[in-house]
């Protein structure tokens, strides 16, 4: 008999209907006779809705009481599916993040767990109970409600997942596993049948949605298999592990992430002394603003440019935050752009191929599409382009990768 920690996400608790539907499958996957932790998300655009009544009363509500109700999502799934499940039969309890004790730090809506108590949990599993629990939210020493961030009952899966040191942590959603690209943009993506840590926290990082961040790395720390399932379809998902198979086949380019999320700054004319990197995003992160890419240009006539990319909701902050640093140090002036989006191409198979970053750069060039600015690591390579291109280039890169699906017999 094995343990496993099932999350549903929020297309999959979006009705009644579908709540009743994954009660059907917890039941028989309990008859199998496994003893299972189910986490769930809020029903979807329930936390949208939360967040915008907040707005209603605020434009920057109080984090702490934001997490308040932003919380109360889950509390209203967990406790539907443990009614539909004892409505069939099997006996189940529903707990919040603080009713389990799931304790984090003080960040409030990006805290970060710091310790599960898995006694209650245990106790229920052995009373023969399926144990249902809040995704997304937990507790601080103090006792405030807080929450993990967009997308995080991923993440309280896996963290119950490796507390409790589960077989599996089976996440189900609305696609049938991880897609060589975000399978709504490019109808040609195809399912993996694996993909290592590494590249998914590569693919989470650079956009791709599927799983929250933090989930993969807290799977790769702690070692917890993880595998992505369609919730209402049968088949094998997207097992993310760590082997690195060796074999001739391996690809390149496992996927291809892409994020509209960030907006770029240049501040133009700036003075050519030693110092001018720190001058220049020193105060950008003394506020807290995080930098993504980052580029200086060559100097002539003793001033250089200067562009990095922050996220949107951080521009204009950080546009006011460099207009005084160029005022302070002599720059010429500050320009921005929100219309650009960044394209990743991740693949451990890139370690072994040289040549890959050209390809890309032949891909994109062969339709027209303009780069603003490269990044690269051993593993995937960004660049940031005009947004109205983004679609395009990204089926172009799928494509000049050999990822696209093969195409369908006629039938
Ligand atoms: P849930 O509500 O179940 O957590 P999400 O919307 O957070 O679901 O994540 C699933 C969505 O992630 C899919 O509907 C898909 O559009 C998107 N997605 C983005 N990139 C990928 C990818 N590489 N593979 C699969 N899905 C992806
Ligand atoms: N309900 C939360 C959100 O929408 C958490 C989650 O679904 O994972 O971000
Ligand atoms: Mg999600």
Known sequence: MALIVQKFGGTSVGSIERIEQVADKVKKHREAGDDLVVVL????????RLIDLAKQISEHPVPRELDVIVSTGEQVTI???AMALTKRGVPAVSYTGNQVRILTDSAHNKARILQIDDQKIRADLKAGRVVVVAGFQGVDEHGNITTLGRGGSDTTGVALAAALKAQECQIYTDVDGVYTTDPRVVPLARRLEKIT??????MASLGSKVLQIRSVEFAGKYNVPLRVLHSFKEGPGTLITIDEEESMEQPIISGIAFNRDEAKL?????????GVAFKILGPISASNIEVDMIVQNVAHDNTTDFTFTVQHNEYEKAQSVLQNTAREIGAREVIGDTKIAKVSIVGVGMRSHAGVASRMFEALAKESINIQMISTSEIKVSVVIEEKYLELAVRALHTAFELDAPARQSE
């Open 266 to 274: 240049t501040i133009r004319g700036v003075p050519d002394n030693p």
């Open 41 to 48: 998300s809020a029903m979807s655009g329930e936390t949208n």
């Open 79 to 81: 406790a539907l599916l």
């Open 197 to 202: 840590f590494e590249e998914m926290l590569e």
